[in-house]
Antibody
Framework: EVQLVQSGAEMKKPGESLTISCEGSGYTFTSKWISWVRQMPGKGLEWMGRIDPRDSYTNYNPSFRGHVSMSVDTSIDTAYLQWTSLKAADSAMYFC?????????????WGQGTLVTVSS | DIQMTQSPSSLSASIGDRVTITCQANQDISNYLNWYQQKPGEAPKLLVYGASNLQTGVPSRFSGNGSATDFSFTISNLQPEDFATYYCHQYDDLPLTFGGGTKVEVK
């Protein structure tokens, strides 16, 4: 069974750094891209960007580029989303999701979500 | 960015109803359009990919149609478990973008 399991909820202060994770299992981790999707409270879905675990090639949504970074550790089949300086506006639910290549760019498996709360 | 306009933003329906949601792109995206269902407190779930292909395990009462700029998503016989929010999602170009969502509520 394909699974993406995300790290637990986080409560942080503005200016702090944070890394959340997404561990894949039940499939060959390097065969699928991992995307990150933000959902602010009561709002819709926003694609933040994606990473190819084969070579760590990334595509970022310009709206998020420079504020977050994505990485992977293929030795433990895990993808990461990182912030160096959080803002209150980063408070949201963050999902990881896997997709195939350019011609199969649908999210067929999702993590359970990581709730990030940023407050002073 | 490709803008996806989804309508309606919400609708009320009864068990057994036929429900249709539309999604319009502001440029031609061929058939590069997916539909997801999200229930409160849960991750989204893929229902339809490539505009009209039903994901494995998804009931046949769900269907998708359309191409270019105009797409539709239909639930033919609404069931209690179908009350949720539905999103369209284009993958023709980066950044990938979603529609604003349609909340299907109990009438």
């Amino acid at each position: 069974e394909v699974q993406l399991v995300q790290s637990g909820a986080e409560m942080k202060k503005p200016g702090e750094s944070l890394t959340i994770s997404c561990e894949g299992s039940g499939y060959t981790f390097t065969s699928k891209w991992i995307s990150w999707v933000r959902q602010m409270p009561g709002k819709g879905l926003e694609w933040m960007g994606r990473i190819d675990p084969r070579d760590s090639y990334t595509n970022y949504n310009p709206s998020f580029r420079g504020h977050v970074s994505m990485s992977v550790d293929t030795s433990i089949d895990t993808a990461y989303l990182q912030w160096t300086s959080l803002k209150a506006a980063d408070s949201a639910m963050y999902f990881c999701a896997r997709s195939g290549g350019v011609s199969e760019n649908w999210f067929d498996s999702w993590g359970q979500g990581t709730l990030v709360t940023v407050s002073s | 960015d490709i803008q996806m306009t989804q309508s309606p933003s919400s609708l009320s329906a009864s068990i057994g109803d036929r429900v249709t949601i539309t999604c319009q792109a502001n440029q031609d995206i061929s058939n590069y359009l997916n539909w997801y269902q999200q229930k409160p407190g849960e991750a989204p779930k893929l229902l339809v990919y490539g505009a009209s292909n039903l994901q494995t395990g998804v009931p046949s009462r769900f269907s998708g149609n359309g191409s270019a700029t105009d797409f539709s998503f239909t639930i033919s016989n609404l069931q209690p478990e179908d009350f949720a929010t539905y999103y369209c999602h284009q993958y023709d170009d980066l950044p990938l973008t979603f529609g604003g969502g349609t909340k299907v509520e109990v009438k």
